[in-house]
C-alpha cells in the first residue's frame, strides 16, 4: 500500500464529475487499499478518489457511530470504527428534515464551515467486488457520505456553506 498525496483546490479534478467505475481489477484494489491507508494516515473519515487525482465514482468512509460521545465518557470503549467502499454511489432517498453541522475537508485545508445536510439518506452502491449495496444512514454519518459523494459530482462544502471560517486552535476540523 502506498500513501498518496491529496490534492487541494484549485486543482480541477476536484470541480468534475468523476466517472462510473466499470473495471473491478486488481488496479482498481490497489487504489482503494491505498486510500484507505491515505484517509487514515490524514487523520479523515472519509476520502473521495478524486482527492487523489483520480476522477472516478469512489469513496472510502470509516467512522464508529457515537465515536465523538466515547470521547467524552472516561474509561468509555471505544466503539469499533467500520469502513465502508462506495463504488457508483447514488442517494435514492433523503430524509425532508435537515440540520446544519460543521465540515471540513483534506482538499481545503484550514477552512471550516457550515452545511445544511440530511438527517437520513439511503444510497445504493457498489462494494469493492462490484456487488450491489444498499446503505441507510443518519446523524453524522449521512453527513459523511453526502459530503463525499459531493465530491464524486464537483461539489465541494465550501459551495453549500452558509458560513465560512479558519478554525480556531480549539476547534477540531471535522469530516476528511
Known sequence: MTLREIVTLPEPVLRRKA??????????????????????DAPGV???APQVNVSEQLAVIEYAEG????????????????????????IIKASEEKVMGIEGCLSIPGLIGEVERHEMIQIKALNRHGKPIKLK?????????????????GVLFTDLSKRIWKPTAEEETPLD
Open 137 to 153: 444512514v443518519d446523524g453524522w454519518m449521512a453527513r459523511i457520505f453526502q459530503h463525499e459523494i459531493d465530491h464524486l459530482n
Open 67 to 90: 465515536e465523538d460521545e466515547d470521547e467524552e465518557v472516561e474509561g468509555a470503549q471505544p466503539k469499533p470504527k467500520k469502513l465502508y467502499v462506495i463504488i457508483n454511489p447514488e
Open 19 to 40: 466517472k462510473p467505475v466499470t473495471k473491478f481489477d486488481k488496479k482498481l484494489q490497489t487504489l482503494i487499499d491505498d486510500m484507505i491507508e491515505t484517509m487514515r
Open 46 to 48: 472519509g476520502l473521495a
